[in-house]
């Protein structure tokens, strides 16, 4: 969970399970709700796969009801895993690192349009 005084970003994900996982994220701003995200990875021929969407506070979501934002294991290691698609506007790479930086710490960062975002979330109770 990635806090400060002005937001709140927190992405929780369920345990393996069969061949998936399921996740979801929100964003706060201000004391309020900005956006959310339902993520999935599964287990698919070309390799594990992320999927997600996004939701306004109302939960409209930003992305066609059959399209939702898709990105391909391209690199992994031990503690990393790098994936990699195309934007929500369908323009231009997208990548999506998940590093493991210790048992209770991990990094996400999001680099889109030449910039790079980084999300920094400590498990809960550490």
Do not use: C, N
């Amino acid at each position: 969970m990635d806090r400060s005084a002005e937001h709140l970003s927190e992405e929780i994900w369920t345990a393996p399970s069969g061949d998936s996982m399921l996740g979801v994220w929100r964003y706060v701003r201000e004391g309020r709700l900005r956006i959310s995200e339902i993520l999935s990875i599964t287990a698919e021929a070309e390799g594990p796969t992320l999927r997600l969407r996004h939701f306004d506070p109302k939960l409209i979501g930003r992305e066609e009801k059959d399209r939702p934002v898709v990105f391909r294991l391209v690199a992994s290691k031990p503690r990393e895993a790098v994936f990699e698609g195309r934007s929500v506007e369908g323009q231009g790479l997208v990548r999506l690192i998940y590093r493991r930086l210790s048992d209770d710490t991990l990094v996400a960062v999001l680099e889109k349009g030449g910039k790079a975002e980084e999300f920094r979330y400590r498990l809960e109770g550490h």
